[in-house]
């Protein structure tokens, strides 16, 4: 059960990002209903898998860089299914985030 919460959390953060509406980290964590701790710790883990969040203090929100993901491949499902994976050292370019 705990972690379908937290399955389901972090996808609904991965949406807000990506419409750049998540608001400030104390409204996120009222909107998830979890400490403000949380949101850093949940952004912490995005980012420990290389995955480019940064915060925008104007518009009060997290969003995506652009970017190419080389390293590794890191695919995100409705069922927040994140794994990584390599190909023999060599692995696939994805992009995520908005590319604009």
């Not at 969040?53 to 969003?63: A, D, E, L």
Request: charged share 25%; with cysteine; hydrophobic share 40%.
């Amino acid at each position: 059960m705990r972690t379908r919460k937290r399955a389901a959390r972090l996808e609904r953060m991965n949406q807000l990002i990506k419409m750049k509406a998540t608001g400030s980290p104390g409204s996120l964590a009222d909107r998830l209903h979890v400490s403000e701790a949380t949101v850093y710790r949940d952004i912490q883990w995005f980012r420990s898998l290389g995955m480019p969040i940064k915060y925008c203090k104007v518009r009060q929100s997290y969003y995506y860089e652009p970017w190419i993901f080389r390293r590794q491949e890191v695919f995100i499902s409705k069922s927040v299914k994140i794994q990584a994976m390599k190909t023999a050292g060599l692995t696939e370019v994805l992009v995520l985030g908005p590319m604009g």
